[in-house]
């Protein structure tokens, strides 16, 4: 997925440079946005209740978000805790 990205984000690198701006780029795992509830809670370890708090957090501090393309109904629930946001 990382080369997928490479253009797009070059491309903001470059827009970053010509407005004089610095591009400083966070990665979240769109699925640590997820609040495991229910049976999921009990079957995820500690660390992952840890990476949803740390991947929100690191949403909150973004002054804008890059969402690259996907697929399925995953993707499409992720994208809306985003926009949601």
């Known amino acids: 997925m990382m080369m997928d990205l490479f253009i797009p984000i070059q ?3 470059h827009a970053a440079i010509a407005c004089e701006r610095d591009l ?6 769109a699925a640590t946005l997820e ?3 229910g049976t999921e809670a009990v079957d995820e370890n500690l660390e992952s209740a840890d990476d949803y708090e740390t991947a929100w ?12 393309g996907g ?3 995953r993707y499409v ?5 985003i926009i949601i946001f």
């Open 11 to 13: 491309s903001d690198q």
């Open 24 to 29: 400083d780029l966070i990665w979240v795992e």
């Open 35 to 37: 609040k495991k509830t």
């Open 57 to 68: 957090a690191k949403l909150k501090s973004a002054d804008g978000v890059i969402v690259p």
């Open 71 to 73: 697929f399925g109904n």
């Open 77 to 81: 629930k992720n994208l809306l805790y």
